[in-house]
């Protein structure tokens, strides 16, 4: 785990915003056609926040990146997911260190 990435990427509202959301699917994304467990569809971020593709597009690189979330790849398309254990040992590593 690194904390540094994972704090840049946290520095973004946006995408505190996304990992919020993904802790909550059914809340923020009802309009998916494939099932929720598969995880998030890029698009339906898109359609949530009103941003562009490209941009959507790297942020949730960036929560990849850092490790805060997976992604599922299915045919064309990509699925993303929050990775709670990462989460987990996250909060757990800041806690112990701050």
Not at 54 to 68: F, I, M, Q, R
């Amino acid at each position: 785990m690194d904390k540094t990435e994972i704090l840049k990427a946290l520095s973004h509202p946006v995408r505190v915003d996304f990992l919020e959301w993904m802790r909550a699917p059914e809340a923020h994304f009802s309009s998916q056609a494939h099932p929720l467990d598969m995880g998030i569809c890029a698009n339906q971020f898109e359609k949530r926040c009103g941003l562009s593709q490209s941009t959507v597009s790297a942020h949730l690189s960036t929560l990849e990146k850092s490790g805060l979330v997976k992604t599922t790849k299915v045919g064309q398309w990509t699925f993303y997911h929050r990775d709670e254990d990462a989460i987990r040992a996250f909060i757990d590593t800041l806690s112990a260190t701050l």
